[in-house]
């Protein structure tokens, strides 16, 4: 209770000062699609949207109670979050088509919090995750997230698919394993400890189940091949268990407490260790639920720009991340687990007609008639089926295609995304998201610094190479005791040492060193440490700077930090005309 109410707390502290110093309207950050919407709605429109809704929650069905029973949860919590979360994602989100659940990627890190924290501790990650999706958004980083690099979105991605295969291999082969190690590596070890154990009855109706979702399309591509695997196998084994005497394969309901309605809301009950405070396992949790977080951050906006191009239509990335934000505050509530925007669901609903958030509550209404109605029949479902489901939405993660089309790119962005996937499957999602962002901007630093060029002019300047040159001289001659260097591209920390060196393999001193800076966009702060560093010692020889075509956003930058006062007003120039005849003076 104190870590929800500790969340809530600063949730409100936190929003009402970022909006206060912001200074901006709600509507700019938080102004739901729906009701724009609304506004011009129409019949024809509902008719589309009723049935869209109607499908995506029939696809949806299988998939919540799948990845509520992958989790380690089970099928209730599964279907309740995709009910809770979906209704709030439609409501308050920022796409017109996107559509909020359970997701795949989810399955691992939900797990590891379950064997490490129990459902209290999920409960608390999930809460803190939702704090953090809505200051994103209270703080405008929806566009600045949609630049995480392909690579590693494409690495960690595969990764979580491999991890959910190797998960379902126990239920898949009927192994009926308790104690399987959370390890990659040690879980294949021990199936391969256990391989005596296989049921082949169960296994049977794996390979069934995935052979119907397989060829399914070929046949029909409206009726969704998971959901009718789950109904044609279910009613193949109860035919086995009740008139062939075949009692091996195992239900949903030998498992799990089945589903009987959404639960009443509750705070998560916290069992702390002796000694351990709860700011201390807030702490402790911190990393997972900024994991979760971030995943579903990017999941969201990338399945809403995935949408946006089909639909024609923009997201506002911003209200996005509040609504997936209010959704993770709020299914921690009913026991659900943490939630996104599902892209495979959202492309359902598109192509089925869905064109407003109506079809996304009409998906909800659909899942709770499932919900209320359907339970007992839930528990009939074969464990294996479910394992086949589950192994073909990891197949459809994986993107193989795209990773193979990757290798053929620049060997180090497909370094980064091998990078990613081994961490993503041999420790875990924060580790493999936190090396490969860093990879992936040192790899981004690399490339920068390489494409900046310093380039030094001893005699003469060729106008019809040089675009800040009056256009009726022919050539520019030097002055002699004057070095013109020229730097091309951003002046960085990545770039400023390069100056240094260029300058110590020069023979000669001159009286007068012009820097054209017409190509340099901007100057960080240790580019003006560097920059600076040059000016005071070259003033310590007698060498004079001017500086020549600096750009309106850079003089600002170089005049804040005082370089008017270091080298003289008059020595920053607008272009290299008058940059030389004020070299040619200072050189008398």
Same mark, same amino acid.
């Given at each position: ?44 429109? @509902? ?17 919540? *109670? ?86 590693? =979105? ?59 979702? *397989? @060829? ?11 959901? =009718?695997?789950?109904?044609? +196998? ?169 990773? =193979? ?36 901007? +040192? ?33 520019? *001659? ?16 990545? *770039? ?17 060193? +012009? ?74």
């Amino acid at each position: 209770m104190i870590a929800t109410q500790f969340c809530y707390y600063i949730l409100c502290c936190g929003v009402k000062k970022i909006f206060f110093v912001m200074k901006v309207s709600v509507k700019e950050v938080f102004y739901p699609k729906i009701i724009s919407c609304l506004k011009n709605y129409t019949k024809a429109i @509902f008719v589309k949207d009723l049935m869209a809704g109607i499908i995506v929650g029939i696809v949806a069905i299988p998939l919540a *109670i799948a990845f509520g029973i992958a989790s380690g949860v089970g099928p209730t919590e599964g279907l309740t979050t995709a009910i809770i979360a979906g209704l709030i994602i439609s409501l308050f989100g920022g796409s017109k088509v996107q559509i909020g659940g359970p997701t795949g990627a989810f399955i691992i890190i939900i797990y590891g919090i379950i064997q490490n924290y129990g459902i209290a501790g999920l409960s608390i990650a999930t809460i803190m995750a939702g704090v953090l999706l809505v200051l994103m958004g209270v703080c405008k980083l929806g566009s600045i997230i949609k630049f995480v690099p392909y690579p590693v =979105v494409v690495g960690f991605t595969a990764g979580i698919a491999l991890t959910i295969f190797s998960t379902q291999i126990n239920d898949l082969f009927g192994l009926r394993l308790t104690k399987i190690p959370a390890n990659f590596v040690d879980k294949w070890i021990c199936y391969f400890q256990n391989t005596s154990q296989i049921n082949w009855w169960e296994l049977g109706v794996g390979i069934f189940s995935l052979l119907i979702i *397989i @060829f399914m399309p070929k046949i029909s591509k409206k009726i969704p091949g998971s959901l =009718v695997a789950i109904v044609l +196998v279910t009613l193949v084994v109860w035919i086995m268990k009740n008139f062939c005497g075949i009692t091996t394969i195992q239900t949903i309901g030998d498992l799990y407490e089945l589903p009987s309605g959404i639960p009443m809301p509750k705070i998560p009950e916290l069992t702390l260790e002796e000694g351990q405070t709860v700011f201390a396992l807030v702490r402790e949790l911190f990393p997972a639920a900024f994991t979760i977080a971030m995943l579903g951050a990017i999941e969201s906006l990338l399945s809403a720009m995935v949408a946006d191009g089909v639909i024609g239509d923009k997201h506002n990335s911003n209200t996005e991340l509040i609504s997936q934000g209010i959704a993770n505050m709020v299914v921690p509530f009913f026991g659900g687990i943490p939630a996104t925007g599902a892209i495979a669901r959202t492309m359902t609903n598109i192509n089925n007609g869905g064109r407003t958030p109506v079809a996304g509550v009409v998906h909800v209404v659909v899942l709770l008639l499932a919900l209320l109605l359907l339970g007992n029949l839930i528990a009939y479902i074969p464990m294996a089926c479910l394992a086949g489901v589950l192994i073909m939405v990891a197949y459809n993660m994986s993107g193989w295609r795209t990773i =193979v089309s990757l290798s053929k790119n620049p060997k180090s962005d497909f370094a980064v995304l091998l990078v990613t996937f081994v961490l993503t499957v041999v420790f875990d999602l924060t580790i493999a998201i936190e090396v490969g962002l860093l990879l992936a901007i +040192v790899l981004f630093l690399k490339r920068t610094s390489e494409s900046t060029s310093i380039k030094v002019f001893h005699d003469e300047i060729d106008p019809n190479k040089e675009l800040d040159i009056a256009v009726h001289e022919e050539k520019l *001659i030097i002055p002699e005791g004057v070095e013109v260097y020229e730097i091309d591209g951003p002046y960085f920390f990545g *770039i400023a040492n390069k100056f240094d060196e260029i300058m110590q393999t020069m023979s000669n001193t001159p009286n007068v060193r +012009v820097i054209r800076m017409r190509k340099v966009p901007f100057v960080d702060s240790t580019g003006l440490h560097n920059l600076e560093n040059l000016c005071r010692q070259s003033q310590r020889e007698g060498i004079r700077i001017v500086l020549s075509g600096v750009n309106v956003t850079v003089r600002a930058t170089l005049v804040k930090a005082g370089f008017e006062n270091l080298i003289g007003k008059e020595n920053i120039c607008p272009n290299i005309n008058v940059a030389l005849r004020r070299a040619e003076t200072l050189n008398r």
